[in-house]
């Protein structure tokens, strides 16, 4: 097993603990400003209960001083005037009944808002996230750091956000309360309050330096925890059980989890072992100041200096003027952390996701087609070009067909024309004018795509095929016309419930399909953007048997007349049918040409010609 680590504590130019603390508190005005946006009504009545239940806990320890008071008055006097000195204790227990009740209703109401506001204040916050997830391009998809900052970001935002308000209003709490204790004991001598305050300093400290620890030890480790739920995603799901049991990988896999929520397991261990052993040590502080003050008020009463009344008010508020003050300290503390994790959520958020659109002038003379001037890519934090020096020219209303081993660069060729990533260098245009300067939803529009790792949705049938275009999910003949297309008309037609059919086994009543239905579903998706003038197919037949691939490109070719079409395939067979071949090695353009131009010329194309032909003799 892997040894127990913690993230160091850097200790070279560290500023002062308070400015540290209160520095982290800059992330507390935008929370606030994002719950009250979310629950304005909630936070206004988590605010005005505060400052009642505040003021109840002085006013019941008074109440409670004047009970003692007047009863050892009453227990002093004649029996014949005894009555009335009864009926004002009586008076004052009714009193104290009375605040009671009132407090618990408050602290119900309390916990009633919290509740409600966390549960608004949750769901806003998660769809800001996944709303951020929407607006981000491709390749931060593609970085490791970006899920970190993602998986950190959603780790506790439904909570964070609420606890760190209600931190805050517990601060205020505690305050309004300590200060009406400390009026109570203007009275006797102020300096035992202030030690009995001061005692509990120690243990802030603490406690604010281990809160610093746990944040770094969880954002350190946040690699980590991913691996950890991927393991339990190919443990557990139907999408790698049959591998995970044929291979018998899931021991070894179950090992691998095993150790790592070992690991973890032993470094929260650690740190909580440590946290309390500090805790506990420092609070022994607290609680001898709170005794050393306990006796000298119990001498006074001795000595007749202070009633009884009198020393047991002092006695509380000694009591709960500390615990107000260690509760302000501690909220303090939990504000810190708070403000700490929520600094991970607002870097999310604040991640650039929109590009502006380059003011690319409109051409005076549009070259209809699509054109690849000298363009290249490298992936982020990648050396290797993916794309280099590729210039290419797609007339408008032709076909073209990609060729080229895996990893030669042919999907990255379609994510750059379809937008989903920028050049590193050089220019794909559309019709004369960058892709760049295209507002995306009008770029979308014109381009139908589907690619060879196309989702499989665990929606109904009609909804896997309706996807292709939101906008006309309910318009069944079109849906009709697209499923016609795609050729998963007899898939439709074999289904009990037709395009009302539940697919996959995520639910229930869920339909399994084949591999080769689940293309024909795609495809029929990708036929469902009837506007668009760009079509384009990545490997989008690979499940389909030689039969069934043949049906679908030559519809393919009588449904896109008119159309540019680009179709990327290992199979021969189709890629012959297309007006122009061109053939990616290495990221770079090695041979272009019609397939009998590329045949003649007996180069790489012809080679992988010959081979795969001479697997059907």
């Known amino acids: 097993m892997n040894p127990v680590r913690l993230p160091p504590i850097p200790t070279a130019s560290k500023p002062p603990l308070l400015q540290r603390v209160f520095g982290s508190f800059r992330q507390t005005v935008p929370t606030m400003r994002m719950v009250w946006q979310s629950a304005g009504a909630g936070t206004v009545a988590l605010g005005v209960l505060t400052v009642i239940a505040s003021l109840l806990p002085p006013a019941m320890a008074y109440v409670a001083k004047l009970i003692v008071d007047g009863v050892l008055a009453a227990r002093g006097l004649p029996a014949e005037v005894r009555d009335e000195a009864t009926r004002t204790v009586v008076t ?102 202030a030690v009995v305050l001061a005692a509990a300093f120690p243990a802030f400290v603490s406690e604010t330096r281990f809160s610093a620890i746990a944040f770094r030890m969880r954002n350190w480790r946040s690699p980590d925890a991913r691996k950890l739920n991927y393991l339990e995603v190919v443990l557990a799901n139907d999408e790698h059980v049959k591998e995970v049991k044929l291979f018998g990988i899931g021991p070894t896999l179950l090992g691998r989890y095993e150790t790592l929520s070992q690991r973890f397991y032993e470094e929260d261990k650690k740190l909580a072992v440590r946290r309390t052993g500090w805790a506990y040590v420092l609070s022994i502080i607290s609680t001898l100041a709170f005794y050393g003050c306990y006796a000298l008020v119990v001498l006074a009463a001795v000595n007749q200096k202070l009633s009884l009344g009198d020393m047991t008010l002092y006695l509380v508020a000694f009591r709960q003027g500390q615990q107000s003050f260690q509760g302000i300290l501690t909220s303090l503390g939990s504000l810190y952390e708070h403000n700490l994790y929520m600094q991970n959520l607002f870097e999310y958020l604040a991640i ?266």
């Not at 009944?97 to 998660?126: C, F, H, P, T, Y």
């Open 92 to 193: 004052y227990v009714a009193w104290e009944v009375a605040l009671a009740v009132v407090m618990a209703l408050v602290e119900r109401s309390l916990n009633l808002v919290r509740q409600l506001v966390g549960a608004r204040v949750g769901i806003d916050i998660n769809l800001r996230i996944l709303n951020k997830a929407l607006e981000l391009e491709l390749p931060q998809f593609e970085n490791p750091e970006f899920y970190d900052k993602l998986t950190r970001a959603r780790r506790e935002a439904s909570s964070r956000p609420l606890m760190l308000v209600a931190e805050n209003f517990q601060i205020i709490r505690a305050a309004l309360t300590l200060t009406g204790y400390a009026s109570l004991l203007l009275a006797f001598e102020p300096w035992m309050f």
């Open 352 to 617: 650039p996701t929109t590009t502006p659109l380059l003011q690319d002038p409109e051409p005076t003379k549009p070259e209809l087609g699509i054109r690849f001037a000298d363009v290249g890519f490298r992936y982020p934090d990648k050396d290797n070009w993916a794309l280099r020096h590729v210039n290419v020219f797609i007339p408008k209303g032709q076909s073209m067909a990609l060729v080229g081993e895996n990893g030669a660069g042919k999907t990255t060729f379609i994510k750059l024309l379809t937008g989903l990533y920028t050049p590193s260098e050089g220019r794909v245009l559309l019709d004369g004018k960058d892709i760049r300067a295209w507002p995306p939803e009008d770029l979308r529009k014109r381009v139908g795509v589907i690619f060879q790792d196309f989702n499989q949705y665990q929606f109904l049938l009609r909804e896997n095929v309706g996807v292709g275009s939101v906008e006309s999910m309910a318009d069944d003949a079109r849906i009709d016309r697209a499923v016609e297309r795609g050729g998963a008309k007899e898939l439709v037609a074999g289904l009990s419930l037709g395009l009302n059919t539940q697919l996959g086994r995520w639910f229930k009543d869920g339909a399994e399909l084949s591999g080769g239905q689940w293309q024909k579903v795609a495809l029929s998706r990708a036929f469902m953007r009837e506007e668009a003038d760009v079509l384009i197919l990545d490997e989008p037949t690979a499940a389909l048997d030689a039969e069934a691939e043949h049906a679908v490109f030559q519809r393919f070719r009588e449904l896109s007349q008119g159309r540019t079409t680009i179709v990327i395939s290992h199979r021969f067979p189709t890629v012959r049918m297309a007006d122009h071949i061109i053939v990616l090695t290495g990221g770079q353009v090695a041979e272009e040409g019609t397939h009998d131009e590329l045949v003649a010329l007996q180069g790489r194309y012809a080679h992988l010609f010959t081979l795969q032909a001479a697997g059907y003799q």
